[in-house]
Each structure stands twice: as C-alpha cells, then as structure tokens.
C-alpha cells in the first residue's frame, strides 16, 4: 500500500496519521481522542507499508479502539 492509501484508510476509520522520526528511520502511527485522550497506535514501519494489506491495517485500528 502507498502512503496515501494507509491515510485515505485511517481517515475512514476516524484515525490520524503520524510519521516519526527515530534513529534515522520512519515509523507510522494512528492517533486519535477517545474519551477526550490521545491514543496512539503502533502501525509499522514507513518501509513496510508497502507490503501491508488493507485487512491487516484495518485489524490493527478496529482491534485496539473500536469506534
């Protein structure tokens, strides 16, 4: 999946997407507010987007905090 794909997905999903910086490399994360909190949650890294499926991105967004 492109990066464009993963945030057309989340935005969906009523998730944020988030890029950090560490050690030199890329990591995704969703954000969002539940019940006035930021939650985030660990999506992978910029480099394995590629290779995620839409099933899996969906399962790590659903299963954590549904909507």
């Not at 999946?1 to 935005?11: A, D, Y």
């Not at 969703?30 to 399962?59: C, N, P």
């Amino acid at each position: 999946m492109t990066e464009q794909e993963v945030r057309t997905i989340m935005k969906a999903y009523g998730w944020s997407f988030l890029r950090r910086l560490r050690k030199k490399h890329s990591y995704v994360y969703a954000a969002r507010k539940v019940h006035g909190l930021r939650k985030e949650v660990y999506i992978g890294s910029l480099a394995s987007l590629e290779a995620m499926t839409i099933d899996s991105l969906v399962g790590k967004l659903t299963r954590t905090y549904p909507s």
